[in-house]
Every structure is written in structure tokens, then in C-alpha cells.
């Protein structure tokens, strides 16, 4: 008896591995901005709660952050975050009173900095498994982005 199976995936010969396993975040559209919540952690306790603790978060490490549109992101693992729109390339300044780590950072990089924080507290917070795993698949995507240095200094 042979084993004629194929594994679920057979990336090319050609493609480099690191793009191999690259985690891709892909905007939500207006339409599915209402399900977002409910849809990734309508099982975690106190859901409710985690999109204005991210504001609150956002306005805690931004002196210059006065609220506005913010984008959903889902993630080729699971993963998803929020981002604050931005209205130009500048760099937002976030400073973690925490830990005395600051830099500057892109919108989609601040975004995920907030996210991280908010996810790592609230799994501890309601000791949830799923939101453990949400704060780890953020993260697995942080670790590749381009601006992984400034985020786990903020974080750390």
C-alpha cells in the first residue's frame, strides 16, 4: 500500500520560506465592520469592552491622539487588530509611562502596539484561553512587520 496523500500545502520551489509562512493583514470592509467584534471574540468575556479600552490605551501612550476613524485588520493566521485611519505618512509618537519605552511609529504599527497591550491584559484579566491565543497570533504578525523593533520596545 502507497501513501498517495499531499500535504495541504506545497508552496513552489521558487518562493522563499520567510514568504512562505508571511502573515498577510487585509482591511475590513465597511460592510463587515459591524460583525468584527462579535465575529473574533464574541466568546471572550467582556468582549464588549476591548474596542474603547484600545482608545483608552491609544490616548494613554499618544499625547497627540484625539480619537477618529480607526480601520479592522484580519490576518492570514486568525489574527486580527485595529488601527487609527491615517491622514498623512507621519509617524505617531507613543510613550509607554509603564516601562519608559517610546518611539515613533507608523499608524498600522501603533495600532498594533495598543492591540498587544490591550489583548495581553485582558487574557489576563479573564484568564481566556482564546484571548491568549488572539494576543499571539498579533504578535506572531508583529514580529515579521517592518517596524517589529519600535513595537516590542513599546510593549516590553
Known amino acids: 500500500m ?13 518562493v522563499p520560506v520567510a514568504a512562505q509562512q508571511q502573515i498577510v493583514a487585509t482591511q475590513v470592509t465597511d460592510e463587515n465592520r459591524i460583525s468584527f467584534w ?3 471574540f464574541g466568546s471572550i468575556p467582556q468582549w464588549i469592552i476591548l474596542e474603547p479600552t484600545v482608545f483608552a490605551w491609544m ?3 499618544c499625547a497627540d491622539y484625539c480619537g477618529g476613524i480607526w480601520n479592522f485588520y484580519n490576518l492570514s ?3 486580527v487588530f485595529m488601527a487609527p485611519e491615517a491622514d498623512n ?3 505617531w509618537t507613543l510613550f509607554n509611562t509603564m516601562n519608559g519605552n ?3 511609529l507608523s499608524a ?10 490591550v489583548y495581553s491584559h485582558h487574557a489576563c484579566r479573564t484568564e481566556c484561553d482564546s484571548m491568549t491565543e488572539h494576543y499571539h497570533r498579533l504578535r ?17
Open 59 to 61: 490616548d494613554r501612550f
Open 108 to 117: 498600522d504599527a501603533a495600532g498594533i502596539a495598543v492591540c498587544l497591550m
Open 89 to 91: 505618512s507621519e509617524p
Open 2 to 14: 502507497s501513501n498517495n496523500t499531499l500535504p495541504l500545502f506545497t508552496p513552489e520551489a521558487t
Open 38 to 40: 462579535p465575529q473574533h
Open 140 to 156: 506572531d504578525y508583529a514580529l515579521n512587520h517592518a517596524e517589529c523593533n519600535v513595537i516590542m520596545h513599546i510593549i516590553d
Open 77 to 79: 493566521n486568525g489574527g
Open 102 to 104: 517610546g518611539g515613533e
